[in-house]
């Protein structure tokens, strides 16, 4: 087992109150998994993602743990998880392109980060992962304006996963690209678990259908908590929350038409996380909410790693 | 109704002093019939947006022509009675410190002055429904308090307050969620049943696919295929729609099934050039127009290129 979270809760501090964007959250990935995280904007993907590595000022870690590869990561503590962070843990962050410092040419800044985190630079390792994601070596020589966005993300994922962390979080980072570069970036990402440069990975992006091509295991959140979490092919084939199936019925595919078949969204949008309701977040938007759901669903497992938050499944 | 573009050139100046030049659309042909969805798709930088704005008037076009029933655009109250324009991000369209129905409000002082209140009203109440919209729950509300599908209805709502012949719609739908964005999508579908047309621009394939009757690719400001959107994605012939399709992330169809495209089908290299007839309402471009689909295709019609496709 590579990561282990426990009932994780992060709120945001607000001036109207307390924000709770991850409000119990636990699952486990395994070594060389790929877990793709998907959900609507606004469920809590990103708030999961930066309480792994760096909380900012307004999150508080109101409660649950971490375990990575046996080790309980102190993820409250923002001195104590430097220790973790580039080593164990890396993140792609989402519009990771613009971070780029522009006023140096991309060599010359790797190499001032790699010193900063007291890590003498290994060039021949370096250009070895730029091999690996079929980036030319003279981008060293270049400034970030001259890299298209493509090339850019796969420079960032170079760098974030040159210490060859355990664990890696790619947070939306083919949203911005084309689908042919989208494509090219996310089989880079697999290449990364394929080759160890990474032992596991969370994929987070809004579209499943891109999740289903490089992640072993998806997990669906909605409003703070998991809604279902199993293998891909079970997620898209078989899937069991009500949320999970609508998601997945607003896809279309290509080859389905408005004129032969009408796609439905999911009609309403996720509750206020400053006071959430009680019992299950989705029943003022699920066809099948019935009494009980005004208690909250626990994530049962109904099947073999197939968990699933919802009386009816 | 019919927006018509008429071999449309647009050359930007760029650099410091403009000194510099930059074709962002270069002979680019097609019709937008009424009631028809045409669906604009290209990879960023293709020229999409450049042909929206140069249709709205918001940019000049450098050459050919843009004519609306045969009237060349010319920007300006009575052009935007017939034709609207909604964008990407419906954020930037309203000012935060206005409520979000002030966009009614310009309409009416612009366009229906004599309008009494309580006729207008039920106007804009009327034209709320018509985009699923709860009246009430919009109406008094501040942008900020109404979700990115809401305000992009609100958008459309507005258009359809105005004597609408063509809409166009610049990647209406990138920055919703995939729930809510094809409900945005049904109602394109729905408006154009009162006779509009619409242009809808997207880089999204399987979106365009869904909605529209006919496709237009888009690569580097030209025009590599089009026509009948069964056609161009049922069939595609052009390698480079080939490509786009097979990176497309397709739930049940892992990326390792997809056939792998390098070059044109025909020759080494890409193809590009005027376009040729592959079949019925389905047009491809080719560097080599003559010796290349006449002789592959056999004339005009696709039947045997079919044949030779499925031998490969
Ligand atoms: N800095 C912040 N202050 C207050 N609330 C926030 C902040 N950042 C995110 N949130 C809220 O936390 C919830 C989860 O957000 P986020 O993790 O960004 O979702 P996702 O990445 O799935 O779109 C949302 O309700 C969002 O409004
Ligand atoms: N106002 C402008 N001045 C100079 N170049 C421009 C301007 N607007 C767009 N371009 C350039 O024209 C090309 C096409 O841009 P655009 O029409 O926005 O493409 P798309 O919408 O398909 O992404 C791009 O290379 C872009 O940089
Ligand atoms: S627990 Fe109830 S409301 Fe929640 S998803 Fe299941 S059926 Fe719907
Ligand atoms: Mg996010
Ligand atoms: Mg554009």
């Given amino acids: ?313 | 109704m019919m927006l018509r573009l008429d071999n449309v050139t647009k050359v930007y100046k760029v650099g410091a002093f403009g000194g510099k030049t930059l074709t962002a659309v270069d002979g680019v042909s097609f019709d937008v019939p009424e009631g028809q969805v045409v669906s604009l798709i290209g990879e960023s930088g293709s020229g999409k947006s450049t042909l929206g704005k140069m249709i709205l008037g918001l940019v000049p076009v450098t050459a050919g022509s843009i004519t609306l029933d045969g009237a060349p655009v010319r920007p300006g109250k009575e052009y935007y009675r017939h034709v609207q324009g909604v964008f990407q991000d419906p954020f930037s369209t309203f000012n935060p410190v206005f409520k979000a129905d002030r966009v009614f409000q310009l309409i009416r002082e612009a366009y229906f002055p004599a309008a009494t209140a309580a006729d207008w009203d039920e106007r804009v109440r009327a034209a709320l429904r018509d985009v699923r919209l709860d009246p009430d729950q919009v109406i008094g509300k501040y942008p900020h308090q109404l979700s990115g599908g809401q305000l992009q209805r609100v958008l459309i709502a507005r258009a359809l307050l105005l004597d609408l012949k063509l809409l166009v719609a610049d990647e209406i739908t990138s920055m919703l969620d995939a729930s809510t964005r094809i409900d945005v999508l049904n109602l394109l579908a729905e408006i154009k049943g009162r006779g509009l047309g619409v242009l809808y621009i997207t880089h999204d394939l399987s979106l365009g696919n869904y909605l529209a009757e006919r496709t237009v690719v888009l690569r580097h400001g030209t025009v590599v295929e089009m026509g009948a959107t069964d056609r161009v994605f049922g069939r595609p012939l052009h390698p480079y729609t080939r490509q786009l399709l097979s990176a497309v992330p397709r739930l049940h169809a892992p990326w390792e099934d997809a056939e792998p495209v390098t070059s044109c089908l025909y020759h080494d290299g890409g193809a590009t050039g005027g376009l040729a007839e592959a079949g019925e309402d389905h047009f491809v471009a080719c560097a080599r127009l003559e010796g290349c689909l006449e002789e592959r295709l056999g004339g005009r019609s696709g039947g045997r290129l079919e044949g030779r496709l499925k031998g490969r």
Wanted: net charge neutral; aromatic share 6%; proline share 6%.
């Fill in chain 1, 1 to 313: 087992m590579s990561l282990r979270v426990s009932d994780l809760k992060v709120h945001y501090r607000t001036l109207r109150g307390d924000v709770r964007a991850l409000d119990g959250v636990s699952f486990e990935l395994g070594d060389a998994e790929i877990l793709g995280l998907a959900g609507e904007s606004g469920c809590g993907k990103t708030t999961l993602g930066k309480s792994l590595i760096r909380m900012d000022g307004r999150m508080r870690h109101v409660g649950g743990t971490v375990e990575l590869d046996g080790t309980e990561l102190p993820i409250g503590d923002d001195r104590r998880m430097n220790d973790f962070r580039f080593h164990e843990v890396s993140l792609v962050p989402q519009y990771s392109m613009s971070a780029l410092n522009p006023t140096r040419k991309i060599g010359k800044m790797v190499g001032e980060l790699l010193r900063s985190r007291g890590v003498t630079p290994d060039t021949a390792k370096l250009l070895g992962r730029l091999d690996a994601v079929g980036l030319p070596h003279e981008v060293l020589d270049r400034y970030p304006i001259e890299l298209s966005g493509g090339m850019k993300q796969r420079m960032v994922m170079v760098i974030s996963t040159l210490l060859d962390p355990s664990l890696l979080i790619a947070d939306e980072v083919t949203s911005a690209l084309d689908v042919s570069t989208q494509k090219a970036v996310a089989r880079a990402l697999a290449g990364f678990r394929d080759n160890g440069f990474v032992k596991s990975m969370i994929f987070i992006t809004h579209d499943i259908s891109l999740t289903y091509q490089i992640a072993d295991t998806i997990m669906v959140m909605y409003a703070g908590r998991l809604a279902e979490k199993a293998p891909a092919r079970t997620i898209v084939e078989a899937p069991r929350h009500p949320y999970t199936r609508m998601l997945i019925d607003s896809l279309p595919e290509v080859g389905v038409r408005h004129a032969d078949r009408r796609l439905s969204g999911i009609a309403g949008s996720p509750p206020s996380l400053l006071d959430p309701p009680a019992g299950c977040r989705f029943r003022d938007r699920c066809p099948l909410a019935f009494d009980r759901c005004a208690e909250e669903p626990p994530a049962a497992e109904i099947a073999p790693d197939h968990f699933v938050a919802c009386w009816k499944a």
